[in-house]
């Protein structure tokens, strides 16, 4: 789908990064690669401004501060674009904040996490996301933002 602008509207997503993602481009490089979070979070401004959204960015060590924010953006928010980290594959408390929200989900991962470790092949969070997002590196973000927004102008094309 090309790039476009959402109209008039001007979509509000929460983009949340989990625990560890304050270490990217040091942690990891084979894995997680060189870029860094304010660099995707910078391209993630850029490709937002692009379809007229909006994005509140935060990160997170902390699951419940995780938590405190799914359930601030009830009330203002159309969308959330998540790398939940390692409490992707822990976490029950974040995946029912989640689903207690309603809102629309996007789970992304910077790695393949399907084909890495068996404990990371299950996601608790996927089940209660419209989409998931992995192995892209950065590009996984963008991606799911594209994916999310696509969803919310309701894009046919996008499924849902």
């Known amino acids: 789908m090309e790039e476009q602008a959402a109209g008039n509207s001007s979509y509000r997503i929460l983009v949340l990064h989990g625990p560890n993602l304050n270490l990217l481009g040091r942690r990891e490089p084979e894995t997680y690669g060189h870029t860094t979070l304010e660099e995707i979070n910078q391209r993630l401004e850029s490709l937002a401004a692009k379809w007229g959204a ?3 960015i935060l ?35 974040l ?26 092949h299950t996601s608790l969070i996927a089940p209660v996301a419209v989409g998931q997002v992995a192995g892209f590196g950065w590009r996984s973000y963008e991606l799911g933002l594209m994916g999310l927004l696509s969803v919310l102008v309701k894009d046919p094309e996008a499924g849902s």
């Open 59 to 93: 990160q997170a060590n902390g699951e419940g501060l995780l938590i405190d924010a799914l359930h601030d953006a009830m009330d203002w928010a159309d969308g959330v674009l998540i790398n939940p980290g390692g409490y992707t594959h822990t976490s029950v408390a």
């Open 95 to 120: 995946r029912d904040a989640i689903a207690g929200t309603g809102l629309l989900t996007v789970e992304v991962h910077l790695s393949n996490i399907h084909a890495r470790e068996a404990f990371r």
């Open 54 to 56: 909006e994005l509140s």
